[in-house]
């Protein structure tokens, strides 16, 4: 079982840039999948990004709104995925949360685990 634990959220401005962590405790795989997803207040969630790997490769993968702003990576030392914001916007207000998978996926999913999330809010 894997829990992971989100942190880095806060209050920024337009313009302003985030770093999100999620870090992974439990048992781990040397491959799987963590993906970034987002909610926003009466919406569904949606994909932002998410880092698949195995022994001999990392991909990534990232929603088209992501226009070169996010950028999703991993330390696997400290077992943690980042996704770093920038240039951010008021649209990009939303829970952010966590998911991983110790399969292989494309990186919209299924995952298996899920973060409690943590609120990122973009003023103007």
């Known amino acids: 079982q894997v829990q992971l634990a989100e942190s880095g959220g806060g209050l920024v401005q337009a313009g302003d840039s985030l770093r999100l962590s999620c870090a992974a405790s439990?048992?781990?795989?040397?491959?799987?999948?963590m993906g970034w997803f987002r909610q926003a207040p009466g919406k569904e969630r949606e994909f932002v990004a998410a880092?698949?790997?195995?022994?001999?490769?990392?991909?990534?993968f990232y929603a088209d709104f992501v226009k070169g702003r996010f950028t999703i990576s991993r330390d696997y030392a400290k077992s943690t995925v980042y996704l770093q914001m920038n240039s951010l916007t008021p649209e990009d207000t939303a829970v952010y949360y966590c998911?991983?998978?110790?399969?292989?996926?494309?990186?919209?999913?299924?995952?298996?685990?899920w973060g409690q999330g943590t609120q990122v809010t973009v003023s103007s």
């Open positions: 998911a991983a998978t110790q399969r292989k996926i494309a990186g919209t999913g299924p995952y298996d685990y």
């Open positions: 439990g048992r781990t795989s040397s491959s799987g999948t």
């Open positions: 880092i698949t790997w195995g022994s001999t490769y990392i991909s990534t």
